[in-house]
């Protein structure tokens, strides 16, 4: 049985979807202990997913006509049918969150450098934290366990037990 955490269940799911957005794209996130024993168990299950189908792609031999006139075939690399499914449920399970500018970098060097990526949390999801958490799952021989809770006691005003959960 969930917990209802006092709000309604579409604010519940938003909520969730918030959090387990964040912790992906920032590794880290402090929160109530409550909320994040949810949101253990709802992140976990999307990394999962994304273990189990990251390496389904598909090459493609494709002839294209280049500035020249001459015929070149190109290797193109798609997701498979497993992959794309995942990825579809991911990206509605998820909010998607953008790429932020890094410090003192030109505009034009973000944009040649976020040109390609339209979803980035998802493309991390796949490329960083499930190649990753295999590797682990592999050496261990164990699934699951990717998210840890740190309990940091009550929050100063309204006494809840706070706690830090991150990806370990």
Same mark, same amino acid.
């Given at each position: ?31 109530? &202990?409550? *909320? =994040? ?7 976990? /299950?999307?990394? @999962?997913?994304? +273990? !189990? ?45 953008? &790429?932020? *500018? =890094? ?7 973000? /944009?040649?450098? @976020?040109?390609? +990526? !339209? ?50």
């Amino acid at each position: 049985m969930p917990r209802k955490l006092g709000v309604t269940s579409s604010q519940r799911k938003a909520m969730l979807r918030n959090l387990a957005s964040d912790l992906l794209w920032y590794g880290k996130i402090e929160t109530t &202990e409550a *909320r =994040a024993k949810e949101t253990r168990s709802y992140t976990e /299950k999307l990394i @999962t997913l994304a +273990i !189990n189908t990251y390496t389904d792609n598909v090459e493609t031999q494709k002839v294209e006509t280049n500035e020249k006139g001459k015929e070149v075939t190109i290797t193109v690399v798609k997701d498979g049918v497993k992959k794309l499914a995942a990825r579809r449920k991911l990206m509605k399970s998820l909010f998607d969150l953008q &790429e932020v *500018r =890094a410090f003192k970098e030109k505009k034009a060097d973000f /944009k040649k450098r @976020t040109a390609d +990526i !339209n979803h980035p949390l998802i493309e991390k999801i796949f490329n960083e934290i499930a190649p990753k958490y295999a590797e682990r799952k592999e050496e261990l021989g164990q699934g699951g366990g990717y998210t840890r809770i740190l309990k940091c006691g009550p929050r100063k005003g309204d006494a809840a037990e706070v706690a830090i959960i991150e990806l370990i």
